[in-house]
Structure formats: structure tokens, C-alpha cells
């Protein structure tokens, strides 16, 4: 009977597994940055891998064991395992800090400790730029020259001891750029177990910019113009004497009581705008709602399937999940939309409406003075006059009806054999705005306002 030959036995696999498993454990709970270590030190796993096996080739031959040192398939299936494990929790943490919008829950318990940086004077009107990473940013105008910062530190800690010792090298700083400020982080080094949210008082009539990655950003009563670009967090802007402008990823915005002019662009939520002075401006692709109210410049809204220009809002304007509503617009109004259902109440300008699929309403609580145009293809339009009105219309429907509520000699009916409508003809006395109506596939329908 032949003696069967020992299997060779590496320690290799239970060493790199030990390995590996306290640099993810210390990755986890203790703020170590895996990310840097494997990409400059990796070739070290081949060394030590080596090492082994040739340490196992010398205890081997001692041992009558050539076989020990050979490189089985399932050493070379763990080291391939492994290192993808480490691959994804690399590309995870570069995920989170190139890309805003992604969120990854941390585990660990909340610990915080405060901070607070000595003022910096400044002139009135000076340059300040705020630069935050992850956290809230919160911004209060003052009438003193001067720069005062204060704020928390939040890290996510299996320990209360260990997220003291990670605090403890986070601050801020208020530093000088040429003839600009700049107020910023320190010590956090883009650990995602890190948040520092800012508390800043500045100058009332500074210029103020602000570059946040992740955290809600409110600012008040400021008297000069406000930039902010969020990557991923709620905005909140109220109070202010100059121009606002947005450059969003994700979250809502809220804009109150401006004096300036407010431009809102890139992707998020809903959006509130109330009270300005200037123009409202809006140009990307918000789920919304969309709000503004109050507008004295009027709105410009462009999305990938609306644009939407109002000369003036001196009511509310909506906007999502499928509707558009304009109320009280006493300017122009120019819209082109699809799949939208349309409701403009007292436009007081020139209206032309061209949308598809959609529902369009248009109602007057008094007379028309402008000339109106709408455009629509399979879905109705429905115009909605009082009856003191003077007009002259044109309005053509393709496969539809046409009814009206409005009879005068003047006005002429027809109906071809087709099934397409004609109505033409003029209705009042003296002369009123032409009105231009056509659908296809829809139906028409002038009524008189109730």
C-alpha cells in the first residue's frame, strides 16, 4: 500500500486574511484612510506573499515537504477575493467625495464638540469666500467690519474617546487671499466620518460666495450679492439687498425678500422663490414643485421639455408633476411646453402658448386687451372670456369640435365633412385683440366667464 504524501500547509492565507481585516477595521472606526495606503503601497501584498513562500520552501525541504510551497488556486482565489473587497470600499470612498449627490450611511454613534476662531477685522465691503466640505453652513450679516466664526464638529465613533481624538485636529480658519477672504475647514481631510458645521458673521455689505459639498446653507439679511454653489443639501436665502444665484445637485431652495435679481440653475428639488425686487431666472431640470410668487421683473423658466417666459408675476406661478399654472401675470406671457397641463388665470399682456398632449385653460376675469395665440395637438383648449368682450378670432380644429358660447352675426361656424371645425369672425363693439386658436385631434371651447 503506498504512504500517501503530506499536504503542504501555508500560513499565508490566515496572515493575509488577519491582515487585510485590521486595515478595513481601522478604515471603519478610526478614521484611517484606507484609500491612500492600497494605492501607493499595494506591491506590498506581493512581497509579503513572496516572503511566505519562500520561507515555506526552506521549512519544506527540511521537512522532506516539496510540495509546500507551491501557489494553490485557492491562495490565488483569496488574494483576488480580497483585494476586491478593498477595490470596492476604495471606490466607495472616492464616490463620496467626487460625486455630491451620493449618500452613504456611516454606522457609529454621533459625538460632537464645538469650535471657535477668533474675529478677523476686514473691510466693509470685502471679499469672502466660505469653502465647507461636509456640514451645515450657516451665514447672519452683521454691522461690524469683521469676520467671527464659531461652530461643531460631528464624527461618527464606535467610541466617545476615539471621536475626541478626531476632533481634536478639526478647527477652522479665516485666512487672506490677495484682497479676498477666505473662511474654511481644517483638519477634517475629506473623512467621511466627519462633518464641521460653520456658524459666520460678516460684514453686511461684503460680497459673499459659497462652496459647500454636502450640508444644508442658510444666509440672512445680507446687502450685497450672494453666490452659493451646494452639492448636496438644502438652501435657504432671505432678506437681501443684491442679486442671488444658485448652482445646485441636490436638495430644495427657498429664496424670501430679495431686492436683486435670483438665478437658479443645475438639479434638484423643489424650488420656492417669493418677494423679488429683480427677475427670477431658472434653468435645469427641477422634480419641484416650482413656486414664485410675487415677481416684479417677471420669470424666465427653460427645462429640457418648458420654456416659459413671464414679463411680469404679480401673482403665483406652479410648476410639476405634470401642470403649469399661471395666475395673475399682468406682462406677457410665451410658453412652449409639452405634456403639460396648462392654467393661465388673468394674463394681462400678449399670450402665446404652443404645448402638445396637455390640457390648456385660459380664463379672464376682464377683457382681454392683447392679442392672444395658443397651438395644441391631441388635447382640448378651452377659453374662458366674459362676455363684455371684444375680440376678433380665428380658430381652427383638426378631427374636433368646436363650441362656442359666443354668438354674433359676425361669427361664422363651419363644419367640413372631414370632421374639422372653422369659427371666424369678430364679436363686440369696437376693436379687440385677435385671438388665434388651432388643435388637432382636441376639441375647442370659448365660454363665457360666470
Given amino acids: 500500500m503506498a504512504s500517501l504524501r503530506p499536504r503542504g500547509s501555508s500560513v499565508f492565507s490566515g496572515l493575509v486574511l488577519i491582515f ?17 495606503i492600497i494605492l501607493h503601497w499595494w506591491p506590498l501584498i506581493l512581497i509579503f506573499w513572496g516572503a511566505i513562500k519562500i520561507y515555506e520552501r526552506t521549512a519544506g525541504a527540511r ?19 480580497l483585494l476586491a473587497i478593498v477595490g470596492i470600499v476604495v471606490g466607495v470612498d472616492q464616490a463620496k467625495r ?18 471657535d476662531v477668533a474675529p478677523k477685522t476686514v473691510p466693509a465691503n470685502a471679499r469672502i469666500t466660505v469653502r465647507g466640505g461636509r456640514g451645515d453652513i450657516t451665514i447672519r450679516a452683521s454691522d461690524e467690519p469683521e469676520i467671527r466664526v464659531s461652530g461643531k464638529v460631528n464624527v461618527k465613533s464606535w467610541s466617545e474617546g476615539a471621536a475626541k481624538k478626531v476632533s481634536e485636529r478639526v478647527s477652522a ?20 466620518r466627519v462633518s464641521v458645521d460653520l456658524d459666520i458673521t460678516v460684514p453686511k455689505k461684503a460680497l459673499l460666495a459659497i462652496h459647500s459639498e454636502k450640508g444644508d446653507v442658510n444666509v440672512s439679511d445680507m446687502a450685497s450679492q450672494v453666490n452659493i454653489d451646494n452639492g448636496n443639501g438644502d438652501i435657504e436665502v432671505h432678506s437681501t439687498g443684491g442679486d442671488v444665484s444658485l448652482d445646485m445637485r441636490r436638495g430644495d431652495a427657498k ?5 436683486g435679481d435670483v438665478k437658479i440653475s443645475g438639479r434638484g428639488g423643489s424650488i420656492d422663490v417669493v418677494n423679488a425686487s429683480g427677475s427670477f431666472t431658472i434653468n435645469g431640470e427641477f422634480v419641484g414643485p416650482i413656486r414664485a410668487e410675487r415677481i416684479t421683473k417677471g420669470v424666465r423658466f427653460v427645462s429640457h421639455r418648458t420654456d416659459l417666459t413671464l414679463s411680469q408675476l404679480s401673482g403665483h406661478m406652479e410648476a410639476g408633476s405634470g401642470n403649469l399654472d399661471v395666475v395673475d401675470a399682468p406682462g406677457n406671457l410665451i410658453l412652449r411646453t409639452r405634456d403639460e397641463d396648462i392654467t393661465i388665470e388673468n394674463a394681462g399682456g400678449k399670450i402665446n402658448i404652443d404645448d402638445r398632449n396637455s390640457n390648456i385653460q385660459v380664463r379672464f376675469s376682464a377683457p382681454p386687451k392683447d392679442d392672444i395665440q395658443i397651438t395644441n395637438s391631441s388635447a382640448p383648449i378651452t377659453l ?67
Fill in 173 to 192: 480658519e479665516i485666512v487672506q487671499n490677495g484682497d479676498g477672504y477666505e473662511v474654511r475647514p481644517t483638519g477634517s481631510g475629506g473623512n467621511s
Fill in 20 to 36: 487585510i481585516g485590521l486595515l478595513l477595521l481601522l478604515h471603519n472606526y478610526r478614521g484611517f484612510e484606507l484609500t491612500g
Fill in 255 to 259: 429664496i424670501f425678500d430679495t431686492k
Fill in 63 to 81: 521537512g522532506v515537504q516539496p510540495g509546500a510551497s507551491r501557489i494553490t488556486s485557492g491562495e490565488v482565489f483569496l488574494v483576488v477575493a
Fill in 384 to 450: 374662458t372670456l366674459p362676455e363684455s368682450s371684444s375680440f376678433e378670432i380665428l380658430a381652427d380644429c383638426h378631427s374636433g369640435e368646436i363650441d362656442s358660447e359666443f354668438e354674433s352675426d359676425s361669427l361664422k361656424l363651419t363644419k367640413s365633412e372631414s370632421g374639422d371645425s372653422h369659427l371666424e369672425g369678430k364679436y363686440g363693439r369696437g376693436r379687440g385683440p385677435k385671438i388665434i386658436l388651432r388643435t388637432t385631434y382636441g376639441s375647442i371651447s370659448i365660454h363665457k366667464t360666470s
Fill in 98 to 115: 467626487h460625486i455630491p449627490g451620493l449618500d452613504i450611511d456611516i454606522p457609529g454613534e454621533a459625538f460632537a464638540s464645538s469650535i
